[in-house]
């Protein structure tokens, strides 16, 4: 049976492989950029560029979260991942600006473009992603899996890149470079917001999708012995890792029981919701915090001024 361990080391493997090929990708699309002038082939090395930078953010995470939490950095690394995430978010956005602002520049000068090399580069830029892709699509791992969309993404940009190119050869008329490009500039930038959403809501600790508060306080109370809940929070680390905490009531409990309930919400929480820490706190009912209404955070900042 394989580890965690030995699950991460495959996805480090694996990283590896598509971080080296697609930086020959970006290698090769660079230097047909440069003899096509094809300004769709200079966004599909931009999309490249960021696969690169992603993929070395989720070789570098991996890296990281295997190293030992220390007394001031109690979560470990994860967290890099996240930065990493929301960095390349931005430069997509940058990137796809950049491009788009290049082709309205270009559009009426009647610039020239060589389709062939046009054609071979992009032949070249789509073995490689495909490549890619076939190798990570199997791994479970988050960041491996975002790895996986990047090489997707970037392969169907090259497909629009290799349309262009025999459209350009057949037909002669240059401006369809244009129209590819801005196509490829839409497509950068559906994948920035996707990323920079993902990236930003985890660092504003928000609740994850399927795990919120409601879905919680359903699940908790579905636990024979439980007759309330309050003070709910839930927040991610990283991609990998949700973090929930609570205030549950319940009736007078041996120490027993009430580790027992705890276990088993612990559980219903991973199972159902796939929180990964949970920290549950009992409180005989009808004299819980909330009645005297110490659970507010608000009321927590209020008090420590007072003080």
């Given at each position: 049976m394989q580890t965690a361990c030995d699950?991460?080391?495959?996805?480090?493997?694996?990283?590896?492989r598509a971080f080296v090929v697609t930086l020959l990708v970006?290698?090769?699309q660079l230097a047909g950029w440069h003899y096509s002038n094809s300004l769709a082939l200079l966004g599909d090395s931009a999309h490249v560029f960021s696969d690169v930078i992603a993929i070395g953010a989720s070789l570098t995470a991996l890296w990281l979260a295997t190293r030992t939490p220390t007394s001031r950095r109690t979560f470990g690394f994860?967290?890099?991942?996240?930065?990493?995430?929301?960095?390349?978010?931005?430069?997509?956005?940058?990137?796809?600006?950049?491009?788009?602002?290049?082709?309205?520049?270009?559009?009426?000068?009647?610039?020239?473009?060589?389709?062939?090399?046009?054609?071979?580069?992009?032949?070249a830029g789509l073995a490689g992603n495909i490549y890619v892709a076939y190798h990570l699509q199997h791994e479970e791992n988050l960041n491996v899996r975002s790895a996986f969309m990047h090489?997707?993404?970037?392969?169907?940009?090259?497909?629009?890149?290799?349309?262009?190119?025999?459209?350009?050869?057949?037909?002669?008329?240059y401006v369809i470079d244009i129209v590819v490009s801005l196509l490829i500039s839409g497509l950068i930038l559906f994948s920035?917001?996707?990323?920079?959403?993902?990236?930003?809501?985890i660092l504003l600790e928000s609740a994850p999708y399927g795990a919120?508060?409601?879905?919680?306080?359903?699940?908790?109370?579905?636990?024979?012995?439980?007759?309330?809940?309050?003070?709910?929070?839930?927040w991610r680390t990283c991609s990998e890792f949700v973090f929930a905490m609570m205030h549950v009531e319940t009736d007078n409990l041996s120490l027993l029981r009430a580790r027992v309930?705890?276990?088993?919400?612990?559980?219903?929480?991973?199972?159902?919701?796939?929180?990964?820490?949970?920290?549950?706190?009992?409180?005989?009912?009808?004299?819980?915090?909330?009645?005297?209404?110490m659970c507010h955070l608000i009321g927590h900042r209020k008090r420590k001024h007072a003080h």
């Open positions: 699950s991460m080391e495959d996805g480090v493997r694996e990283l590896g970006l290698v090769v994860h967290r890099v991942e996240v930065f990493a995430a929301a960095f390349n978010g931005l430069l997509l956005v940058a990137m796809a600006l950049l491009i788009a602002y290049e082709a309205f520049q270009r559009f009426g000068t009647g610039y020239a473009v060589n389709g062939l090399p046009m054609l071979l580069t992009s032949l090489a997707a993404g970037d392969a169907l940009s090259s497909v629009g890149v290799i349309i262009g190119a025999i459209a350009i050869m057949l037909t002669g008329q920035a917001y996707s990323i920079l959403r993902g990236s930003l809501s919120d508060v409601g879905s919680i306080r359903r699940a908790v109370l579905s636990v024979k012995g439980v007759r309330g809940v309050h003070d709910i929070h839930v309930l705890s276990l088993e919400i612990e559980e219903r929480m991973h199972h159902e919701l796939g929180i990964s820490h949970v920290t549950v706190q009992l409180e005989p009912y009808g004299c819980s915090c909330q009645s005297q209404k």
